[in-house]
């Protein structure tokens, strides 16, 4: 214990020492040393707000890294919001030429020049905005739009019968084919069993295309050699359907013009024969249009339902047109709704159409607000 208290009072002495000493020093040289004290403390201020920067620049791009591998997973948020907006991309890059910015009223001029610019028939331009204002706002414009959509009839897809056949037909070219396939993929997404008739037996071409896609699909199909009769593929495909208790048949058809009456025979002849297969069939008769004609896809829609009945269209290529316009006059004209549209090659490239979307699509790239 004694030892302890002798050793406190040691160490209490010390500094007594040191301020002796200190005080020996010359007051230049404690100057001096001030001075370099004060330059090494500016040197390492400096040293860490260098390195505060770069842990800084650290972050940011480990921030951006972070940022990058979470973009993909909100995609489907972003996605249901500009529903349309992949599919439309060259036709709004023609509409942001009309309208560059964003506003929360636009000119009644600038509206009509967009849409004319999109391809929407001048006639329906005209009608859907009649009697709006000099400045139109969004909930004004939408409603017009939409209501373009209305006279098609609503198609109860409830309680289907099964199979539930669909007829595909539609010009050289339109994607009638392609678009067979991405009608299958999505039946099988939906769990709903398919086949495939290769009803085009005007060129050996067509009968392969469509084989290598139930290949690919993992679907049965039935063919026949190129110049058979199409309306006993038709009825061979719907029988098999049957037989097999399968939900979905899908019958190709050759390209054809409104003109050509040999063809047209033929096709009037398929449907007469799916209806000897089974009652009502086909059930959906689906014209499908190329989206990169525009207008003038009109004209051909409008001689296939007088000859046929249409009871659907699916509009093709979207991707590749700024005729995204011409939906409104297609469905508005026809009376017919738009079941699908076609926006790529490949067998998900197909968007269920909804008016709604579409026009909220359209209009989120013109207004600022999102108005309902
Ligand atoms: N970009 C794009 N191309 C498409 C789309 N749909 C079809 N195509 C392409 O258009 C071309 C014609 O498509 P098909 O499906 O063969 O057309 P079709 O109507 O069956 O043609 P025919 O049998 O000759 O009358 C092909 O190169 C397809 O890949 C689409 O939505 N977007
Ligand atoms: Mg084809």
Request: net charge negative.
């Amino acid at each position: 214990m004694f030892s302890f208290f002798k050793k406190k009072k040691v160490e209490k002495e010390e500094p007594k020492e040191e301020l002796v000493v200190k005080e020996e020093i010359p007051k230049e040289s404690e100057e001096k040393a001030q001075e370099s004290i004060e330059e090494t403390i500016a040197e390492k201020v400096e040293e860490i707000a260098v390195q505060e920067e770069k842990i800084e620049e650290v972050i940011e791009e480990k921030l951006e890294e972070v940022q990058e591998v979470i973009a993909p997973q909100k995609e489907p948020k972003e996605e249901k919001k500009g529903f349309f907006s992949r599919a439309l991309e060259k036709t709004f890059g023609t509409i942001k030429t009309v309208i560059p910015t964003k506003k929360e009223k636009i000119a009644f001029d600038d509206i009509e020049e967009m849409l004319i610019e999109a391809d929407m028939e001048y006639e329906i331009i005209e009608k859907a905005m009649d009697g709006l204002p000099e400045e139109i706002t969004r909930k004004q414009l939408r409603h017009r739009l939409v209501m373009l959509f209305e006279h098609a009839p609503e198609v109860d897809l409830n309680n289907l019968p099964k199979p539930f056949v669909r007829l595909i037909i539609g010009v050289n070219g339109a994607g009638k084919t392609t678009t067979i396939a991405k009608l299958a993929n999505r039946s099988k997404k939906e769990g709903k069993s398919v086949i495939l008739g290769a009803g085009d037996t005007f060129r050996a071409a067509a009968i392969e295309q469509l084989s290598t896609w139930a290949d690919k699909l993992d679907v049965p199909i039935i063919k026949t050699k190129q110049g058979h009769d199409s309306s006993a593929v038709a009825y061979d495909t719907i029988s098999s359907a049957i037989a097999r208790n399968i939900d979905n048949v899908i019958i190709d058809t050759a390209g054809r013009l409104q003109t050509q009456k040999n063809l047209n025979n033929e096709l009037i002849k398929i449907v007469k024969v799916c209806n000897k297969a089974q009652e009502n069939a086909p059930h959906q008769k689906l014209m499908i249009l190329d989206g990169t004609q525009g207008n003038t896809a009109i004209a051909q829609a409008k001689a296939f339902n007088e000859m046929v009945g249409i009871d659907g269209i699916i509009v093709t290529k979207l991707d590749g047109t700024a005729k995204g316009g011409a939906l409104f006059s297609i469905s508005n004209q026809l009376e017919l709704p738009i079941f699908f549209v076609g926006v790529g090659e490949k067998q998900d490239d197909l968007i269920e159409f909804s008016p709604d979307n579409f026009v909220d699509s359209l209009l989120d790239e013109i207004y600022i607000e999102e108005e309902k």
